[in-house]
């Protein structure tokens, strides 16, 4: 059954009334609102990831996304909700990619391996470390507790893939996988060469699954 996360990370309008919006290149005002805030927040990850070449204020943002300096704030209260909305959606997109891995592998064997290759290959893309660096941040208390839930989330695929397993010491294996994919984080990113780490990991993790500790 497929899996969905994060639910709706649109937050309340804010500022003017909707008849003040802008002409609206969307068929609806509703999407064009989603459209605006799609582009504040892509805006924002572009900045963030400039490696602090660029500072992130309201302007920045806004010129990022093409709208106003003022307008910003007809979707968003604060630059800071803008920080919480990317981080809340960057953990979300990457739990529900990591379940839709797993969901395809064709046995849970292959499902623990699928698990393990889809956590370190988003890391390799440099995802990781965005949102590392942006958990790490003064995010709000609500921001918080949806990065926190989502790491749940990502665990209980594991969890759920090694039940199926019908191994005598699941634990011992959701405890080996874990570890392995929290060693390997940090050797994979955009500016270090991934694929030689992920398939020794796969390689790895298959080894872990095959293991009877019985023996």
Same mark, same amino acid.
């Given at each position: 059954?497929?899996?969905?996360?994060?639910?709706?990370?649109?937050?309340?309008?804010?500022?003017?009334?909707?008849?003040?919006?802008?002409?609206?290149?969307?068929?609806?005002?509703?999407?064009?609102?989603?459209?605006?805030?799609?582009?504040?927040?892509?805006?924002?990850?572009?900045?963030?990831?400039?490696?602090?070449?660029?500072?992130?204020?309201?302007?920045?943002?806004?010129?990022?996304?093409?709208?106003?300096?003022?307008?910003?704030?007809?979707?968003?209260?604060?630059?800071?909700?803008?920080?919480?909305?990317?981080?809340?959606?960057?953990? &979300?997109?990457?739990?529900?990619?990591?379940?839709?891995?797993?969901?395809?592998?064709?046995?849970?064997? &292959?499902?623990?391996?699928?698990?393990?290759?889809?956590?370190?290959?988003?890391?390799?893309?440099?995802?990781?470390?965005?949102?590392?660096?942006?958990?790490?941040?003064?995010?709000?208390?609500?921001?918080?507790?949806?990065?926190?839930?989502?790491?749940?989330?990502?665990?209980?695929?594991?969890?759920?893939?090694?039940?199926?397993?019908? &191994?005598?010491?699941?634990?011992?294996?959701?405890?080996?996988?874990?570890?392995?994919?929290?060693?390997?984080?940090?050797?994979?990113?955009?500016?270090?060469?991934?694929?030689?780490?992920?398939?020794?990991?796969?390689?790895?993790?298959?080894?872990?699954?095959?293991?009877?500790?019985?023996?």
């Amino acid at each position: 059954m497929p899996r969905t996360f994060g639910g709706s990370l649109r937050p309340p309008p804010y500022g003017k009334p909707e008849d003040d919006v802008p002409k609206i290149s969307a068929d609806t005002l509703a999407e064009h609102r989603e459209e605006v805030l799609s582009a504040l927040m892509e805006g924002t990850k572009r900045i963030l990831l400039s490696g602090g070449e660029r500072k992130l204020t309201a302007g920045s943002v806004a010129a990022e996304a093409g709208i106003a300096r003022n307008s910003i704030y007809r979707y968003v209260a604060s630059v800071d909700d803008l920080v919480d909305l990317v981080v809340a959606k960057g953990f &979300a997109d990457w739990a529900a990619a990591v379940a839709a891995a797993v969901d395809e592998a064709p046995d849970a064997p &292959a499902g623990v391996v699928a698990y393990v290759r889809s956590n370190l290959t988003l890391a390799a893309s440099g995802d990781h470390t965005l949102q590392s660096s942006l958990s790490r941040a003064h995010l709000s208390d609500g921001a918080r507790r949806r990065i926190v839930d989502l790491h749940r989330q990502i665990s209980a695929v594991l969890h759920d893939t090694v039940a199926r397993l019908d &191994a005598p010491r699941p634990d011992l294996i959701i405890t080996a996988i874990e570890a392995l994919v929290g060693s390997a984080l940090s050797l994979v990113g955009p500016d270090a060469p991934a694929d030689e780490v992920i398939e020794f990991m796969c390689g790895a993790a298959a080894a872990i699954v095959t293991t009877d500790p019985r023996v």
